[in-house]
């Protein structure tokens, strides 16, 4: 396999907004990350993935953008971003940037054009229809509750939002839509960025006739099957690629809403013609149910196996992985598929770490997550600030469909605020991210858990962290090795190899805080083995293995 730098970086998402307040305003900031730069470096990332920083209404935490080269006041200037840029580069840090492109805010230009007459100039670049009988053009819902349709008494129309009424959709079978944002890409190539992470890229091309979808439990149609991984989509990657991409030494990778392997294997082919790689979402949904993601259903480690494994073996030798737990749009996967009690917070951080990070893929570390930050002790409804999560509050309970009490714990456990809260620095006042009120609340146990407190200790999750990116900058085999699953029916551990040549690496993961006896198997019987990486660090390859509780070992043979 072609080696390239892409596949053997590791990714840290910055939320910019969470992560460090230089002004007090209590809202994170450019500067803010120019001056954690160090901490990045120490703990050896290669690259930033920044969620978006230009200007926006802030409907939808910057994914609503009223212009793609300017930056938003609460994050600082565009003189700013380039001096963060600039102290990236010195320590040999590259920066992504969120390409949002599906939509704009309702407040970008082109879109206050367009909405003013029928035949405005940009009224193509978005998606407007006639209603019929009285009612929207079909019956699709947003993702964001209420329908996809939003009236416009100026025109006597509709226009498509399949997220919030202010994030109207781009018609991308506008040519002219594509070369403004083909163009706005250039610019911020030449600029100096390494790469885009595009929203909800698999989206752009639409179904003609926008036909009505199969009716849910929420009273509106399915926009999945005509939106998702269009008729169009690969060939506007392709041009992108064409006009863009392949211009400059980048990393790419696509957010494909209802991506299967076979579309991924389009999408993040090796052959180079469309994207580096994509973000998959099926063992993310593994625990949604018919209220969407709203449940505190808990992920079976089986099914986890069979999906992860599906992903590893179908993209073998085709495309590329992307590896993540974590990010800014899910809760944190401590709390959800580990332990975030006092007793086992760290061990199985660890653990879940080893798991991911030892697959074939470019891993994606979410801030905080190097800390094992947890989810977030929300107390009311007041507390949060994510629209998804307050407009299914007010529809679910609104409807019926659960009491108060039950929404607001699926919340805690599920809401995309979990991941939001301030990083968490210190111990001092808000956890050291701001000297002013913060935006959204601090997670109270930011006095146990901080970056202060893990860098002053050896055995922190940080330090774990940083071993698991060094051990994969070292070894080729953790990068490219195929990878084969083994024990795929056992409820409790994840076992699988990784082979390069005549190196085998056995990586084993107990996912529960059950002492489990395992054989070692077969194949590695006998054999001179070494431990690569251990969670509890005492640990042999002997024939007969005792896992104690959310114990991870990888062996090297």
């Not at 939002?161 to 079978?173: A, E």
């Not at 146990?445 to 055995?459: K, P, V």
Request: negative net charge; charged residues 30%; contains cysteine.
């Amino acid at each position: 396999m072609e080696r390239t730098w892409w596949k053997e970086a590791v990714v840290y998402q910055i939320y910019p907004r969470s992560f460090n307040d230089s002004n007090g305003d209590g809202i994170g900031d450019l500067n803010g990350i120019t001056e954690k730069m160090d901490y990045l470096k120490k703990l050896g990332i290669d690259v930033i993935w920044l969620s978006p920083v230009y200007e926006s209404p802030n409907d939808d935490n910057g994914y609503d953008i009223s212009n793609y080269r300017g930056i938003m006041k609460d994050f600082g200037t565009m003189e700013d971003f380039d001096r963060m840029l600039a102290a990236a580069h010195e320590r040999g840090i590259r920066i992504v940037m969120d390409l949002v492109v599906n939509h704009t805010s309702d407040e970008h230009p082109w879109f206050v054009e367009s909405r003013k007459s029928k035949d405005n100039p940009y009224r193509d670049y978005y998606i407007w229809r006639e209603g019929k009988n009285g009612k929207e053009p079909n019956n699709w819902g947003s993702c964001f509750s209420g329908s996809a349709w939003e009236y416009d008494g100026q025109t006597d129309m509709y226009f498509l939002h399949l997220f919030s009424r202010k994030q109207p959709d781009l018609n991308w079978d506008n040519p002219k839509v594509r070369d403004e944002v083909f163009d706005m890409m250039a610019w911020w190539c030449r600029k100096g960025i390494d790469g885009f992470r595009m929203d909800v890229i698999s989206l752009i091309s639409k179904v003609p006739g926008l036909p009505d979808g199969e009716v849910g439990k929420n009273g509106y149609g399915d926009y999945g099957p005509y939106v998702c991984n269009g008729p169009h989509v690969h060939e506007y990657l392709q041009e992108m690629n064409r006009r863009v991409l392949s211009r400059y030494d980048l990393l790419t990778v696509g957010e494909c809403s209802g991506v299967t392997v076979e579309e991924a294997k389009k999408y993040a082919s090796l052959d180079g013609k469309e994207l580096n790689m994509v973000f998959q979402f099926e063992h993310m949904d593994l625990d949604g149910g018919e209220t969407f993601k709203w449940n505190e259903r808990k992920i079976k480690l089986t099914e986890l196996k069979q999906v992860l494994t599906k992903w590893q073996t179908s993209l073998a030798g085709k495309a590329w992985n992307s590896l993540y737990w974590c990010n800014h749009d899910q809760p944190r996967m401590l709390s959800r598929m580990g332990n975030d009690s006092p007793e086992y917070r760290e061990v199985s951080a660890k653990m879940l770490a080893t798991c991911l990070h030892m697959m074939q893929g470019t891993p994606y570390v979410y801030q905080g997550e190097e800390l094992g930050m947890t989810n977030v002790p929300f107390r009311t409804l007041e507390d949060f600030r994510d629209i998804e999560s307050i407009n299914a509050y007010h529809e679910l309970v609104g409807q019926g469909v659960f009491d108060s009490d039950t929404m607001m714990r699926y919340l805690r456990y599920k809401s995309r605020d979990n991941a939001r809260t301030p990083m968490q620095w210190d111990d001092s006042e808000n956890a050291g991210f701001t000297e002013g009120t913060p935006w959204i609340m601090v997670n109270p146990n930011y006095t146990e858990i901080n970056a202060r407190e893990e860098l002053g200790r050896e055995d922190s999750v940080f330090y774990y962290y940083q071993k698991l990116i060094r051990l994969r900058h070292e070894n080729p085999v953790i990068v490219y090795g195929d990878y084969e699953l083994l024990m795929p029916e056992d409820e409790s551990l994840y076992v699988y190899t990784r082979t390069l040549d005549k190196e085998k690496l056995l990586v084993i993961c107990n996912f529960t805080e059950e002492i489990r006896e395992m054989e070692l198997p077969e194949e590695f019987k006998g054999r001179e083995g070494s431990v690569m990486i251990s969670n509890y660090g005492d640990i042999r390859p002997e024939e007969e293995l005792t896992l104690r509780a959310y114990e991870a070992v990888v062996f090297k043979f």
